[in-house]
């Protein structure tokens, strides 16, 4: 399994609504995607910092999701007030309890 993680800086006093974005678009458009395995969304309220995280069964899954996971980021850095370029990194699932 492999993880998208994707670290976007927002406003504080955006963050309800960076997180009203990823519960109705990142989810839903995600869920009906070859693949996906889940997703989390951590924040960090006071800084505004947000953390995604995206499952995905496959390398090849996951390559075919990059163009709409760019859509799906660029709707969410914008609800946030994004103040930098999202950071994103892909990683191995190593242990899953």
Known sequence: MLARVTIIQGKPEQIE???RNFQENV???AKK????????LLVDRKSGKMLGIA???TEENLQ???????????????AAGTTKPPIVEIYE?????
């Open 93 to 97: 699932v190593a242990v899953q309890e």
């Open 55 to 57: 499952l995905w069964d």
């Open 17 to 19: 609504a960076g997180i």
């Open 64 to 78: 075919a999701s990059t163009k709409i996971a760019a859509q799906l980021r660029a709707g969410v850095t914008k």
């Open 27 to 29: 989810g839903p458009t």
């Open 33 to 40: 995607l070859a693949g996906f395995k889940g997703s989390y």
